[in-house]
């Protein structure tokens, strides 16, 4: 994991193997609750501009180690991606604020 100091969290980055069997990199952009269930959107590390994201729900293996299931139903992944857009808007109103504060 490498320290972001813009934001101050630590990137946590994980590979995935797509369909064709090939591997990409993705950075863990937030994790969040949406009712009972936790969920993660994550964005390609391959690009500079970020116009994409997947969302995925965490599945709790115990010992704090986590496993991304996909998301099969369209109301959830609609709910789970909606929530992590009002993340983002709150993310960017906070960094608004903070630099009207400087």
Known sequence: ???NKEYDFEETVVTLTDED?????FYVDEI???GDKMYAALIP???ENVTEY??????DLGDDDFELEDIDDEEEYD???DAYEECLDTRAWNMMNEEDEE
């Not at 069997?21 to 990199?25: A, K, S, V």
């Not at 997947?54 to 599945?59: D, Q």
């Open 32 to 34: 969040y609750p949406v």
């Open 54 to 59: 997947y969302v995925f729900r965490l599945k």
């Open 21 to 25: 069997g090939t591997d990409r990199d």
């Open 45 to 47: 590390g391959d690009v």
């Open 1 to 3: 994991m490498s320290e």
């Open 79 to 81: 709910a789970a991606a």
